[in-house]
């Protein structure tokens, strides 16, 4: 076991080392320099396009999908917030210092144009069977848009692995550990309860698992938003010199005291981007699964969704938990990521770390269940749907298993994984990123407030590539 974790620890420094973060960071610059930052330029029209209609109650509807664009953003912010939020922010501070939250907020600012594309592309490319339903994600829009089947598959292969592990038995493990440390919860009842709603809500699919996480998402995240900013503006005056250790120490060029001898620049900077995409998954394509099946009129404005999926996951809650941690001042002497948080509440008001409790048992019950869907689509897609029909009694025994043992290797291993998920999926977008850009350009040059028909955008798929001016 010794030899697997030095193995697993060298891949993971080619995997996630510095040619995967300049290609994480350097693929949503592209995107962004390509479409003149449309994610920064139009941000408060995406704001009202995406939770503005929710609160008005004005979605569009009646267009192809299974579920609303609402919903689909449900779907996939259930599977990006989650345990990266609390343990990947904390495990980021502990092991490249405030810094790496700078590092963290570049990768989302980035990120957020690399989800717009990964949305748009999702839905542009996805496939619309005779009886309804819809299939999307990156091995579709690599397949068809690029015709690389080969790393189509690959992608789906790793992603449907992924799933098991990332998004299924260190979720349920999450949970039972979680409940055990806080109020002795039996870890088989833990197991048992967190079995029962997974199999209850995933048995119906993408629409039973978007009506249940559109009410999930919003509640979890109020719950946690709410008790953090308590502290923070109970501890108001602590801010800007938390704001100026994240600042300080994201270009510290020198050891500081901590770290793995010492924070530095590096350091900072590899852990603020690998935990920044763990948290919000921009670049890794797993999201954009969900967002395919959504009802919508056209393919880029559910792309304004993935840019509010990644503007609240990681600008908004990570920074919020990252403020908790540093103003409360504990951070320095407590070395254990997945205690850290709750401990950092505890500081901030009596009882606080029950708050944490609710929001990690909260977050990796919705990571859990949007993760399903995922591996369910790769699946179908690897080996048809006679055989992706059964990949759900595959997933729900494992979460049974997750919540009961140690799981060291496989929580070793979640890195590993969403760096070969995100692979062939960065090449894809790069490969289409013409594509995107032209979705982009058509949508907001003529009513983007007004619904299109299927008609009005189909053609750029197939139209030869022009120059963008």
């Known amino acids: 076991m010794d030899l697997f974790f030095k193995v697993n620890k060298v891949l993971n420094g080619y995997i996630w080392g510095l040619p995967m973060i300049i290609l994480l960071v350097g693929c949503g610059l592209y995107l962004a320099i390509r479409t003149r930052f449309i994610a920064f330029r139009k941000f408060p029209f995406i704001v009202k396009e995406t939770i503005g209609r929710v609160i008005s109650k004005n979605q569009h509807t009646g267009h192809v999908g299974e579920v609303s664009s609402f919903q689909a953003l449900s779907t996939a912010l259930a599977a990006t917030v989650g345990t990266g939020n609390i343990v990947g922010v904390s495990g980021a501070i502990l092991l490249g210092g405030p810094g790496a939250i700078f590092w963290m907020w570049i990768a989302a600012l980035m ?175 797993s999201s954009p699964i969900a967002h395919a099946a959504a009802s919508t009129d056209h393919p880029a404005r559910q792309g304004l969704w993935g840019v509010f999926e990644v503007f609240v996951d990681t600008i908004v809650v990570c920074t919020i938990t990252s403020l908790v941690i540093l103003t409360t001042g504990v951070w320095t002497g407590h070395g254990d990521a997945s205690s850290l948080v709750a401990f950092s509440f505890e500081e901030g008001f009596p009882g606080g770390k029950y708050v944490v409790t609710f929001g990690l048992v909260l977050f990796a019950l919705s990571t859990i269940l949007g993760w399903e869907y995922y591996g369910e689509t790769c699946c179908r897609y690897l080996f048809g749907d006679k055989v992706g029909n059964y990949y759900k009694f595959i997933f729900v025994p494992l979460v049974f298993v997750g919540a009961l043992i140690r799981l060291d290797a496989v929580w070793a291993i979640s890195d590993n994984l969403n760096g070969l998920m995100a692979i062939p999926n960065l090449i894809g977008l790069i490969g289409l990123a013409g594509v995107f850009v032209r979705l982009q350009k058509q949508f907001f040059s003529d009513h983007p407030s007004e619904p299109y028909q299927v008609e009005d955008w189909m053609s750029i798929l197939d139209s030869p590539k022009k120059a963008e001016d």
Do not use: W
């Open 111 to 285: 990120g957020m144009t690399t989800k717009m594309a990964e949305t748009t592309l999702a839905v542009a490319f996805r496939d619309v069977k005779e009886d309804g339903s819809i299939q999307g994600g990156p091995m579709y829009y690599i397949s068809k848009g690029l015709g690389l089947n080969g790393l189509a598959k690959f992608f789906a292969f790793f992603a449907m692995i992924a799933t098991l592990g990332t998004g299924n038995t260190v979720q349920s493990n999450a949970i039972s550990e979680t409940l055990y440390a806080s109020f002795q919860v039996p870890k088989l009842a833990s197991a048992i309860v967190i079995t029962l709603i997974t199999s209850i809500v995933i048995i119906g699919g993408i629409k039973r698992i978007g009506a249940f996480t559109e009410k999930l998402v919003p509640f979890m995240s109020v719950l946690y938003v709410v008790g953090a900013l308590l502290i923070i503006f109970s501890r108001i005056t602590h801010v800007p010199a938390a704001f100026g250790l994240i600042f300080r120490g994201a270009f510290q060029t020198k050891a500081a005291a901590g770290g793995i001898g010492g924070y530095t620049l590096v350091l900072a900077m590899r852990n603020g981007v690998a935990r920044g995409v763990f948290t919000n998954e921009a670049g890794l394509g």
